[in-house]
């Protein structure tokens, strides 16, 4: 399996992943039901869009943002052929100025190495299915 970064760039996977978020792909590993992944838009296929892969539908995947606001998903444009499945995501990788709580006027704080240290868990994360909301939908 090769390995490869992403950047998450809008907001449809709210609150699991943020714009600016970078994710560990991994090219050519096995999708299940209730993983992130990257794929290709159907209509767009030079746009890459990051989803939850909620389980098969005929011949492809019904994928949905975590963002219920968000509606550009298998809602729109329905199951997702797996020849347009390009990665799944392994890891979220938090950027260091967003694990640190922003000190007064919303600006990070001048985090110690301890307080640094002590953020990396939230910071890398790995990607879990979230099997509550998927028995939601």
Do not use: C
Not at 6 to 15: H, I, T
Not at 65 to 75: A, F, I, L, Q
Request: hydrophobic letters at 40%; proline letters at 11%; a positive charge.
């Amino acid at each position: 399996m090769r390995l490869g970064l992403a950047e998450v760039r809008n907001p449809s996977m709210l609150p699991t992943l943020r714009p600016g978020d970078r994710l560990l792909l991994g090219y050519g590993a096995a999708v299940r039901p209730g993983d992130v992944i990257v794929l290709r838009h159907p209509f767009q296929h030079d746009l890459l869009i990051v989803k939850r892969a909620v389980g098969r539908r005929g011949a492809g995947w019904w994928v949905v943002g975590d963002n219920p606001e968000v509606v550009n998903d298998s809602r729109e444009f329905g199951p997702v052929p797996d020849g347009l499945v390009v990665a799944r995501a392994l890891l979220r990788l938090r950027p260091p100025h967003r694990v640190v709580r922003p000190g007064r006027r919303g600006r990070p704080r001048q985090g110690s190495p301890v307080a640094v240290l002590a953020a990396l868990p939230s910071a890398v994360r790995p990607l879990r299915a979230r099997s509550r909301r998927l028995r939601a939908r």
